[in-house]
């Protein structure tokens, strides 16, 4: 039988620097800044809507409805006919970069800033 290991400083070093990764990583969904354009993606469509005007946009896709709201400078699907309504459940979004997938619908809600074609990150 071998004696129990010792906690060291290492292992606490360890653990503190994979706890406060998993924090930040965790909570950086939630720490970006707010868009001004709504992209609707299905099909071979995409729609750009200003998140500055309220409205209300009706998509048919994939033999789907979805009703999409845009209001005070969010979006949000708040109805869809398709089967497990996830889309509905994810419910207003505002940040850059934050988006809404109606899979069976084939439908993508997604936020970016005043451009509308910001990079994620470069490559070379």
């Given at each position: 039988m071998?004696?129990?290991?010792?906690?060291t400083i290492?292992?606490?070093?360890?653990?503190?620097?994979?706890?406060?990764?998993?924090?930040?990583?965790?909570?950086?969904?939630?720490?970006?800044r707010a868009?001004?354009?709504c992209i609707l993606?299905?099909g071979?469509?995409?729609k750009h809507?200003?998140?500055s005007e309220?409205?209300?946009v009706?998509?048919?896709?994939n033999?789907y409805?979805?009703?999409?709201?845009?209001?005070?400078?969010?979006a949000?699907v708040i109805?869809?006919?398709?089967?497990?309504q996830?889309?509905?459940?994810?419910?207003?979004?505002?940040?850059?970069g934050?988006?809404?997938a109606?899979?069976?619908a084939?439908?993508?809600?997604?936020?970016?800033?005043?451009?509308g074609?910001?990079?994620d990150f470069?490559?070379?």
């Amino acid at each position: 039988m071998m004696p129990a290991k010792r906690i060291t400083i290492g292992d606490i070093l360890v653990l503190t620097i994979a706890f406060l990764l998993v924090v930040f990583f965790a909570l950086r969904p939630f720490s970006g800044r707010a868009g001004d354009t709504c992209i609707l993606s299905f099909g071979e469509t995409e729609k750009h809507f200003s998140l500055s005007e309220d409205r209300v946009v009706a998509i048919e896709n994939n033999g789907y409805l979805l009703t999409v709201e845009i209001r005070d400078g969010r979006a949000a699907v708040i109805s869809s006919d398709c089967p497990d309504q996830v889309c509905v459940h994810t419910g207003f979004i505002s940040k850059s970069g934050q988006a809404v997938a109606c899979i069976p619908a084939g439908v993508i809600l997604q936020i970016t800033g005043d451009t509308g074609d910001e990079e994620d990150f470069r490559v070379g």
